[in-house]
């Protein structure tokens, strides 16, 4: 049987590949019997795939963040492509597999994309917002080379809080081109220190896959957290407290609304534009996501970020080549 990956899945296949477990439960069906509820990845996305009938061995071995080789049936639950399990076995030596190779990850190398942000960092001629900025990404370094930007929602890739960052600074480069008025040195700033926290809030490896949020995550959020990280920085630092007051109030509002976490809304411009931005970005990430498993002259699956809208992938280069043929 051909090795197939999880974007070729479709209804009615019999499949056989190897896939990461990124989250593994035991569950009770309505017959009693045990089965494990588990959702396998590899390079191209995941599938929710059913071990029915498991025993207390199978409950053991199967573990998150596990290789595992699966065979099995290609079916469809509300709405959603689902793995019926036929045959699972771990993943040995002689597989000759690498687990870093069966996880999403940016599209390009965290050195890179670490040396990006310092080169924004760079173009800060505030002395207090350069030093706060440098000071939290030195010593965050190890952590923001794997980390993702969420547990499931956009950029939860390998590398995927590094990649958000620096296209949110490229787009902030580019609109203060038009809007010569923004605080640059503010803008970046806030756009380099807005999610920080969250490699204090969720718990990943060195894979990226977070398994859990941390508890003090959980008690206070990435919004708190960072807002904590600056006023230590700052005073560490030596920075002004107008500095610091202006940077967490960018961190705070950048959700926007009460019910996302922020309790106050962007009272400068530069707070403003670091909201939308952060919005694009995110979004436009889901987007590209979704159509990237979805064929031309067709809606993709509902995204659960965009108020669980479909996007629709268009196909408008071949037309014009069929024009210019014609």
């Not at 899945?9 to 990461?20: A, D, K, P, S």
């Not at 957290?225 to 960018?250: F, N, P």
Request: with cysteine; proline share 2%; charged share 25%.
């Amino acid at each position: 049987m051909e090795i197939q990956t999880i974007a070729q899945f479709e209804v009615g296949n019999r499949i056989e590949g190897f896939f990461l477990i990124k989250s593994s439960q035991c569950k009770m069906a309505s017959n009693n019997n045990k089965f494990l509820d588990m959702i396998l990845g590899d390079q191209t996305g995941e599938v929710n795939a059913k071990l029915w009938d498991c025993t207390e061995e199978d409950e053991k071995k199967y573990k998150q963040n596990t290789l595992v080789k699966v065979r099995g049936l290609i079916t469809e639950w509300q709405g959603q492509l689902q793995l019926k399990i036929e045959k699972i076995r771990l993943s040995v030596a002689e597989d000759g597999i690498d687990a870093a190779n069966f996880v999403p990850a940016a599209p390009y190398t965290p050195e890179y994309m670490y040396n990006q942000l310092l080169n924004y960092v760079s173009k800060i001629q505030n002395h207090d917002i350069k030093a706060i900025v440098n000071c939290i990404l030195k010593e965050n370094k190890q952590s923001l080379m794997t980390f993702p930007a969420a547990m499931k929602n956009h950029h939860a890739i390998k590398s995927g809080l590094l990649y958000h960052v620096m296209t949110m600074l490229m787009t902030a480069e580019k609109l203060s081109q038009i809007y010569t008025f923004v605080n640059t040195d503010l803008l970046y700033g806030g756009i380099l220190l807005h999610d920080i926290a969250k490699l204090y809030e969720m718990d990943a490896n060195e894979l990226g896959i977070v398994s859990a949020y941390t508890t003090e995550g959980q008690l206070l959020g990435h919004i708190v957290q960072a807002i904590k990280m600056v006023d230590r920085t700052a005073k560490k630092v030596g920075a002004s407290e107008e500095v610091a007051v202006l940077l967490q109030h960018m961190i705070l509002s950048h959700h926007y609304e009460p019910e996302f976490g922020s309790p106050k809304k962007p009272m400068f411009p530069e707070a403003e534009l670091l909201h939308y931005i952060d919005l694009i970005d995110s979004r436009m990430y889901d987007m590209q996501k979704a159509l990237e498993n979805t064929a031309a002259g067709n809606f993709s699956d509902k995204i659960w970020s965009l108020e669980n809208r479909k996007v629709y992938k268009f196909n408008l280069n071949n037309e014009k080549e069929e024009k210019s043929l014609a």
